[in-house]
Structure formats: structure tokens, C-alpha cells
């Protein structure tokens, strides 16, 4: 089954999960089949990357944005989640271009993003590498905790990032496991897979 094919089914037929039941997010989906408990496959619509996406999310369609040509692609992509809990929401940035190739200026746009200036962990495999840092700090109010976890996943092969950050905020009654929470975004990050 391809994403055509899904966002063309009648929403009673898939899965009865958010990223299925919003009509613009379900166009991402590539499989009814979830990869693993919580998460399904997503494409981008560049169709140049694939990566875990949440059940539990819908991604902006006023916000998105795409293009491509035979030069480059770019694609903006802002998803997010309002839980009992806590309230995430997800800055995703694709590139492939001279630009996706370059870490310090992708650090650099993602300190405009979320205003990040220190260190990244790297962590590298055998197809892409992850510059990764995080950050928390109380919100204005001072009822407030956010934290941030940042990733630019960069293909080892070719000029191709994704720049990925994953804001959470709560109040300080939650209790949140921000370990948990932590070890998701990871596992999201690592899950990114490009098209060469």
C-alpha cells in the first residue's frame, strides 16, 4: 500500500489513531502497519527521506511548505501533540542542497530557531550522522518547564540534513520523565532513512 492509496481510503478503514484520522497528515503515512508500538512510517512528500512519525500527531498544514528542483529540496514540516500531560510540538527542517551538507550553517539556523548555542553531541553510523544537544529552561510565567532536544541528521552519503527540534513543555505538577521522553526523540532522530 502507498501513501496515495491511504489517503484515499475512507478514514473508518485505517487505523483509528490521529496520524490517520487528519486528512492532510495521513498523506505522509506509508504503511496502516505500525513499525513499531506508538509509531507508523512516514515520507516526506519530497519523498527523499522516511522516519518514525507518532500516532498521536498532526502535522500544521497552514505551516508546511515544500520545494524542489534538480538543484535542491526543501521542506518545512511542524507536527505536535496536545496530551493530558504536556504539550510537544516538533520543528522539522529538510534540505538537500549545498546547505544540508554544511553543519556549521545548519547550527546556525537552528540557533535562530531556538536560540541553542551550546555543544552537540555526534553520533555517527554508517549512513548518516546526528549532532545532537538539548536545553530546558522556565517559561516567563514561571509556571512553566520546556525542554528542547535538537538533531541535525546529515546523510554520510550525499548533501541531504533534516533539522529536528522537539519542544515539550509542562507544568512542574507533571512530573514528567524527561529521560523517556528523551530516549523517543533519539529513537525518532536514528530512524531517519534518505533516499540516495
Do not use: W
Request: hydrophobic residues 30%.
Amino acid at each position: 500500500m502507498n501513501e496515495k492509496d491511504i489517503s484515499e481510503m475512507d478514514p473508518k478503514d485505517l487505523p483509528d489513531v490521529t496520524a490517520f484520522q487528519d486528512e492532510f497528515t495521513r498523506e505522509f503515512m506509508v504503511s496502516t502497519e505500525p513499525v513499531k508500538e506508538g509509531y507508523y512510517l512516514m515520507q516526506s512528500k519530497t519523498e527523499e527521506y522516511t522516519m518514525l512519525y507518532p500516532d498521536d500527531a498532526i502535522i500544521n498544514d497552514l505551516e508546511y511548505d515544500v520545494s524542489t528542483s534538480n538543484t535542491g529540496a526543501y521542506e518545512g514540516i511542524k507536527y505536535g501533540e496536545d496530551s493530558k500531560y504536556y504539550q510537544y510540538f516538533v520543528r522539522m527542517i529538510y534540505n538537500r542542497s549545498e546547505r544540508g551538507g554544511d553543519i556549521d550553517r545548519l547550527k546556525n539556523i537552528m540557533k535562530g530557531h531556538t536560540h541553542y548555542d551550546g555543544e552537540y553531541e555526534v553520533m555517527e553510523y554508517e549512513d548518516k550522522t546526528i549532532h545532537y544537544g538539548t536545553t530546558e529552561y522556565v517559561t516567563r510565567s514561571g509556571n512553566t518547564i520546556a525542554c528542547i532536544y535538537i538533531g541535525i541528521i546529515q546523510s554520510n552519503n550525499s548533501d541531504q540534513a533534516v533539522s529536528y527540534n522537539y519542544n515539550v513543555t509542562t507544568d512542574y505538577e507533571n512530573h514528567l520523565d524527561l529521560d523517556e521522553i528523551e530516549e523517543e526523540v533519539l529513537a525518532i532522530m536514528k530512524s531517519v532513512e534518505f533516499k540516495q
